[in-house]
């Protein structure tokens, strides 16, 4: 009875050896592509905007910036502004302890007001004859001096004030009231940000490249993906005999007040821009000396020699060698020869440079 168990079970596993060795072997069958065929990606040859531009870092000014000072010694009586604020040209902003000075103009207008009004009384007296015209000359004289002495009143008062040089923002307070002031004491800070000048170095070589109202465009890792633009407004008259560079200054519109002096931007300096037959990078094929593409013609490709022209990440300026609309392979490339068989496994528009 064992015999006949330990019979059957050999049977069994031979059975199933044989089958397992059978599916092993069996080959797999290629539904995709006959044998020789390459499976591979292609894009169509197009044209497209090319940019040739230089790179460099600038710096962000105001239009205009100045620090806010007093022109003389004294307590600040009066504070009209406060930080952040925007204020017009000619916004008197602080005023300083002036009561000695206001007198003195009261003084001096009460003065020029009763020497204007004997000028008149004598005026009448010479056309009556009853005063010689040399008194007349020498009361016009008076009243010459005593209008000056009110303007002197009036400045003294001036600077006494400090008053806004321009349209612009105001920063941050940095006195009190009662606070004592001396000349060269920072008050605040004053900036114009209706346009921020922009200032950046270039190599001495691209010099020639370089032209008043070219554009520019500029980014800041303050506003990721962010570009804005502007024109070059003016090119340094020295190079750096150290740097052998020329500074650049540009000039950016900042209608929404983004930009704020001393801001870090990289700068693109376009140099031309026009259309250009395009090519994505993985597509060359480099061969010692030998650059070339693999161009799809029906079932199979051939090798086309290229000249290119200028690079951008991901994509080639091809100078000559193609025409736009040519269908071109991207990807499979190193499973190629000249004559090759393919098989395109995507849409041709699907991969552009």
Known sequence: MIKKILIVILITGLGFGL???????????????????????????????FTDSIEALGTAKANE??????????????????????????????????????ADLRSAEVNAAQLKHD??????????????????SDQRTLYKKARADVQVAKARIRDRQVI?????????RQISL???????????????????????TVPEGFLAALK?????TALSDAYPGF?????????????????????????LPNDHQKLRPGLLMRVNLIKNRGQSIMIPEQALVISEDRKYV?????????????????????????????????????????????????IVQNKPDEARP
Request: avoid cysteine.
């Open 19 to 49: 089958y397992y060795i059978g599916q092993r072997n069996k080959p797999e069958p290629n539904f995709r592509r006959g044998p020789g065929v390459v499976a591979v990606e292609v894009a169509p040859v197009v044209s497209d905007i």
């Open 65 to 102: 910036s100045v620090d806010l000072t007093a022109a003389t010694t004294d307590k600040i009586a009066k504070i009209n502004f406060t930080d952040g604020m925007v204020v017009k040209k000619g916004q008197i902003l602080v005023e300083l302890v002036s009561d000695e000075e206001r």
């Open 119 to 136: 000028l008149n009384r004598i005026e009448e007296l010479v056309k009556a004859r009853t005063l010689p015209t040399t008194r007349l």
């Open 164 to 172: 806004a040089p321009f349209d612009g923002q105001l920063g941050l």
């Open 178 to 200: 009662g606070s004592l002031v001396t000349p060269g004491t920072v008050i605040t800070t004053l900036d114009d940000l209706s346009v921020i000048k922009l200032d950046f």
């Open 212 to 216: 008043i109202g070219q554009s520019i």
């Open 227 to 251: 570009e804005f633009t502007g024109t070059v407004s003016n090119i340094g008259s020295r190079i750096d005999p150290v740097s052998r560079a020329v500074t650049v200054r540009a000039i």
């Open 294 to 342: 693999f161009l799809l013609e029906g079932d199979h490709v051939v090798q086309q020699s290229v000249t290119i022209g200028r690079r951008r990440p991901g994509a080639i300026e091809i100078l000559d060698g193609l025409s736009i609309g040519q269908k071109i392979v991207v990807e499979g490339t190193l499973k190629l020869q000249d004559n090759s068989k393919v």
